[in-house]
């Protein structure tokens, strides 16, 4: 669970930096902001033993943990336009992202981050393992 949580705070940290850079192309950051949402509900997943695919579909995601964490989608909702930047922006003919739109798919991945976080507070807090 950790590990999982360690990644995500990576990747939301890459995409950071990257919106601060001067780049002609902010695609790069909604990757990893996807990534951090995704690694974050897998976290959640990992805590709570549900086995997951590999999928980076984060509203399949959040359906998998709804019945362990009731309201995360309803909650999350807005994340759900991430899945979109999983792969579409890997590839060079994919549709620019604006730095604005990439401000705000690392402020969704922020927001997921800190409500997985506030889930498994109790779990992080008292160093119990599931890394």
Known sequence: MTGWLAKAEEDLAAARIILSGSLSSWGNSSFHSQ???EKALKALLVRHQINFPRSHDIGALMLLAEPRAPGIVAALDAAQILTTYA??????????VSKADASRHADLASG???????LLSTYLSAGRPGA
């Open 87 to 96: 792969v579409e922006t890997r590839y060079p003919d994919s549709e620019p």
């Open 35 to 37: 990534q951090a949402a």
């Open 112 to 118: 997921v981050l800190i409500y997985v976080r506030r």
